[in-house]
């Protein structure tokens, strides 16, 4: 255990006064459900003090490095580098994953809920830093792992609804318009996924999936995007 630690600290960049806070930072709901006699509660508490430490430091930063924003384009800017899929990705670039103690049926579970969970967590280790070490070191963390993406979030354009993005590459480009189908729909009625394509003139360009036909057509145009940018 305390070796596991030391590698989330050496990927942070924090050593920790107490450790029980990462370990709280760590534990998910389901996990006491499992283990009633683990000492610690489950992580929401500092999930709730982290998702406000981390959207002050954004917030901060943003307001300083681009004074000719209006506060719309701050806002857009702050929440698509606080979502939670920017927030799993960061989770799994410090390898976070491995270290979460779940539930064995949350551990077999994939997708956006997994994808939650870690973004989750990773909000309340940005908690248990501010709690542990001050603003300062949590500032430190949250500008190396979250804000290192702030550059990706504007060059494609994510703090914009893709497919209104997508849209406006294309018509710019083509003078046409993108087309959605749905091609697969999985699953019971209660939790059906959706592959979506998007099309130009009849030819798919990229696919996405979701929990909603709008969340399959955001992620088909996010990675129609995505094409048009590494092409270009």
């Known amino acids: 255990m305390d070796n596991e630690l030391k590698k989330i600290e050496k990927s942070l960049g924090v050593v920790f006064k107490n450790e029980d806070l990462l370990k709280e930072a760590l534990t998910h709901r389901s996990y006491l ?10 992580n929401e508490r500092l999930e709730y003090l ?8 954004v917030t901060e930063f943003l307001f300083k490095t681009y004074p000719q924003y209006e506060e719309g384009k701050l806002t857009s800017l702050r929440a698509a580098l606080v979502n939670y899929q920017i927030l799993a990705r960061v989770a799994r670039e410090i390898d976070l994953e491995k270290f979460i ?3 064995r049926g949350e551990a077999k579970d994939f997708g956006k ?3 939650v969970i870690l973004a989750n967590a990773i909000e309340a280790i940005f908690g248990a830093i501010y709690l542990d070490r001050g603003y300062a070191p949590a500032k430190k963390v949250i500008k190396k792992i979250v804000l290192s993406h702030l550059e990706e979030v504007i060059t494609k354009g994510l703090y914009r609804d893709p497919k209104s993005f997508f849209q406006e590459l ?3 480009k083509f003078k046409i318009t993108p087309i959605y ?3 697969k729909e999985r699953g ?8 979506i394509g ?18 399959a057509e955001a992620k088909a145009a996010e990675a129609a995007i995505n094409k048009m940018q590494e092409q270009s």
């Open 101 to 103: 103690f779940l539930s």
């Open 198 to 215: 998007v099309y130009l003139n009849e030819k798919l360009v990229a696919e996405g999936s979701g929990l909603s036909k709008q969340e």
């Open 33 to 42: 459900n499992e283990n009633p006699a683990w000492p610690l509660p489950h």
């Open 170 to 172: 294309v018509q710019n």
């Open 181 to 183: 189908k749905v091609l």
């Open 50 to 57: 982290g998702d406000a430490v981390l959207e002050l430091i």
């Open 188 to 195: 019971p009625d209660h939790q059906k996924t959706f592959l």
């Open 113 to 115: 809920a997994r994808e």
